[in-house]
């Protein structure tokens, strides 16, 4: 790399060209290309699964933005997720703990329900990897949200937790505990 070329990185602090995904089959589904700011201003919204080439750090960001008080609040979310991840800095690279976290909570099969003359039964499928992904992203979102209720800790710090938590599939994490339950009612659906 010459010396007028300059690296991409995320936040000006760090860099996604390094990042590995441990499944290779959420390895498509899972974007980090280089940006300085994740904020795409949702020109993905109204194509058909577009929402995979976004960077994953946004995905998440706009998880946390669910309905309630950080609803429509990118900027403020963005920046929690910075601090929380000069937290998370400390171990590795942030990013690469954000997309093993998202491994880790991500149910490899699920139930559905079918009806069948007036009988419902609920019955063990594959997940598809979008859907892992997606499904991953709300768990961990859901994971600071119950972490937050009744907590004096930052929402910076609730952050950092839950996702050092999930990627070392720790059964403390709630994305992790409720990923082994949707698991578990999958076997014993069969």
């Known amino acids: 790399m010459s010396s007028t070329e300059t690296k ?12 590995q995904v441990s ?10 290309k280089p940006l300085l700011l994740p904020h795409s201003g949702g020109r993905h919204e109204h194509k058909r699964f577009h929402k995979s080439y976004l960077h994953i750090v946004e995905r998440f960001v706009n998880k946390l933005m669910s309905p309630g008080r950080n609803c429509g609040k990118k900027l403020k979310v ?18 690469q703990i954000l997309v093993d976290a998202i491994v880790n909570a991500a149910p490899r099969e699920e139930t559905t329900r079918i009806s069948y003359g007036g009988i419902v039964y609920h019955s063990a499928v594959d997940s598809a990897p979008q859907r892992r992904v997606d499904v991953g992203l709300k768990l961990l979102a859901h994971s600071v949200k119950n972490e937050s209720f009744n907590s004096v800790k930052p929402f910076e710090e609730l952050i950092a937790e839950s996702l050092i938590l999930a990627s070392t599939n720790d059964s403390r994490s709630f994305a992790v505990k409720k990923k082994q339950d949707i698991e578990r009612m999958a076997l014993a659906a069969r």
């Open 23 to 32: 499944d290779e089959g959420l390895g498509r589904y899972i974007a980090f």
């Open 78 to 95: 963005l920046s929690a997720m910075q601090k929380a991840f000069i937290m998370v800095e400390l171990r590795k690279n942030p990013v």
């Open 8 to 19: 991409i990185l995320l936040f000006n602090k760090w860099d996604c060209s390094e990042i």
